[in-house]
Nanobody, 128 residues
Framework: VQLQAYGGGLVQAGGSLRLSCAASGRTFSSYAMGWFRQAPGKERVFVAARPWSDSRTYYADSVKGRFTIVRDNAKNTAYLQMNSLKPEDTAVYYC??????????????????????WGQGTQVTVSS
């Protein structure tokens, strides 16, 4: 499985960006997809996730109500729609895929160790 994340850029506070994560592999629909981010000098942290099997979505508290994770299985692509961006959202954003098809609770998807494949990251910079 190969993941390619793109769509980052420079945006003013209050603006929007949509990140995309294109995945290879014919079983994309069975992957759980997650987004993580790493700000300068900080550890990588969970942002959002969506399991493969249903419409559940999970978000970090810091992005709830502003970010939306969407997947298009026909296009083998996951998206992260980011609205009302803040300077503290500045980070490198990574998409990740988890190929475990068992039912998992929300805590599971927030842990980066459960993801098997990672994209290369895309920079998002929000100016004040």
């Amino acid at each position: 499985v190969q993941l390619q994340a793109y769509g980052g850029g420079l945006v003013q506070a209050g603006g929007s960006l949509r990140l995309s994560c294109a995945a290879s592999g014919r079983t994309f629909s069975s992957y759980a997809m997650g987004w993580f981010r790493q700000a300068p000098g900080k550890e990588r942290v969970f942002v959002a996730a969506r399991p493969w099997s249903d419409s559940r979505t999970y978000y970090a508290d810091s992005v709830k109500g502003r970010f939306t994770i969407v997947r298009d299985n026909a296009k083998n692509t996951a998206y992260l729609q980011m609205n009302s961006l803040k300077p503290e959202d500045t980070a490198v954003y990574y998409c990740a895929a988890d190929t475990d098809t068992h039912y998992r609770d929300n805590y599971y998807y927030t842990q980066e160790g459960h993801y098997d494949y990672w994209g290369q990251g895309t920079q998002v910079t929000v100016s004040s």
